[in-house]
């Protein structure tokens, strides 16, 4: 039975991922805690709990990554990484535990955007001299702009094409540049994310796209990566180790 701590166990996705924890034959929650809690199951502070667990996910904030991963690397515990719009410094930290501990972090947390991110490199590879631009969809309370997982899905394009640049939220006046990768964000309504790539030649266009349906797949997503991670040696892994 593999033993769950949740981080951000009060949010939307914590939630989710709690019932999901619950619900499963091969896991169970081993603590939740929130920075919102008032009390009572749900712990106040992540440092408060120091009974046995195997694995930590996040759905909390990105700004919380530092913390709780030097918490997970006092504990020698892998931690699963599933929160979008880290900085500079937050990235570092990720990295620098990933040192000490095995630490799954991917901006999206679903098998389909990983299948996606791999035909959207090969299609890059493939129309050398195409034009490319991702647009991306989500609810309307959604911070972070461009989404992490259209800039994961430019960095998958990018390792086809070192020289292209990201040209988010396309403005102003002049024409595009051949190794421009242009991103467009939409935020609207209840959408739980909508990502498409467009390839275009000037005889021919190539649509990729993935839609979420519903967010707990999210949360399946992230109970794979702590199954996966569990018995890893430290280093960073992400959806692309997941789907070798």
């Known amino acids: 039975m593999m033993r769950v701590i949740v981080n ?5 996705m914590g939630g989710i991922l709690v019932n999901l924890i619950e619900g499963s034959e091969d896991a169970c929650v081993a603590a939740a805690a929130d920075s919102r809690s008032g009390g009572g199951a749900v712990l106040n502070r992540l440092e408060d709990f120091a009974g046995e667990a195997d694995v930590l996910i996040d759905f909390s904030a990105h700004t919380s990554a530092p913390g709780l991963l030097a918490y997970a690397r006092a504990r020698s515990l892998p931690a699963v990484i599933a929160t979008t719009g880290h900085d500079e410094g937050e990235k570092a930290a990720i990295r620098a535990a990933a040192e000490q501990i ?9 098998m389909g955007i990983a299948f ?26 959604k911070a972070d702009a461009p989404s992490g997982t259209a800039l994961l899905l430019a960095d998958a394009i990018r390792e086809a094409r070192p020289d292209a640049v990201n040209v988010p939220g396309r403005t102003g006046y002049g024409v595009r540049k051949k190794n421009d990768i242009g991103i467009s964000s939409l935020r609207l309504g209840n959408l739980a994310g909508t990502h498409e790539i467009i390839i275009a030649t000037d005889t021919q266009s190539i649509t990729l796209r993935h839609d ?24 960073l892994y992400d959806m692309g180790d997941l789907v070798k």
């Open 8 to 12: 951000g166990a009060l949010g939307r």
């Open 102 to 110: 095995p630490v799954f972090w991917s901006a999206n947390m679903s």
């Open 116 to 141: 996606l991110a791999q035909t959207a490199k090969k299609a890059a590879a493939l129309f050398p001299d195409a034009d490319i631009e991702i647009v991306e969809a989500h609810h309307d309370r």
């Open 212 to 235: 979420v349906y519903d967010r707990a797949l999210f949360a399946e997503g992230a109970m794979d990566a702590a199954r996966f991670l569990v018995g890893k040696p430290a280093g």
